[in-house]
Nanobody, 120 residues
Framework: QVQLVESGGGLVQSGGSLRLSCSASGTYFSIDTFGWYRQAPGKERELVATITSGVGKTYADSVKGRFTFSRDSVNTVYLQMNNLKPEDTAVYYC???????????????WGQGTMVTVSS
């Protein structure tokens, strides 16, 4: 089973930067995909960016050129967010899809979420 710990949210002015981190721990065969999602008040959760092993990265159009998703180890990823806008305000969730060590089935786990607030 995998547990996620997120950090890095906070309050920033428009045009500012924040970096979110997500670390996975536990027992697993492999981590296939790391993802960041966000949910703004009154809106549905949406995909921000993903890193898939052997495939690469994807970004939502709304964050391309401003956000950078990186992985510096097997189990830690970062979301560097630059030129933040008020519409980026949301709770950001880390998501991991991994293969169970016992069954090799793909499972999914979510972090607790971290709030990002961008003031205008």
């Amino acid at each position: 089973q995998v547990q996620l710990v997120e950090s890095g949210g906070g309050l920033v002015q428009s045009g500012g930067s924040l970096r979110l981190s997500c670390s996975a721990s536990g027992t697993y065969f492999s981590i296939d995909t790391f993802g960041w999602y966000r949910q703004a008040p009154g809106k549905e959760r949406e995909l921000v960016a993903t890193i898939t092993s052997g495939v690469g990265k994807t970004y939502a159009d709304s964050v391309k050129g401003r956000f950078t998703f990186s992985r510096d180890s097997v189990n830690t990823v970062y979301l560097q967010m630059n030129n933040l806008k008020p519409e980026d305000t949301a709770v950001y969730y880390c998501n991991v899809r991994y293969k169970s060590l016992a069954t090799l089935r793909q499972l999914e786990v979510w972090g607790q979420g971290t709030m990002v607030t961008v003031s205008s």
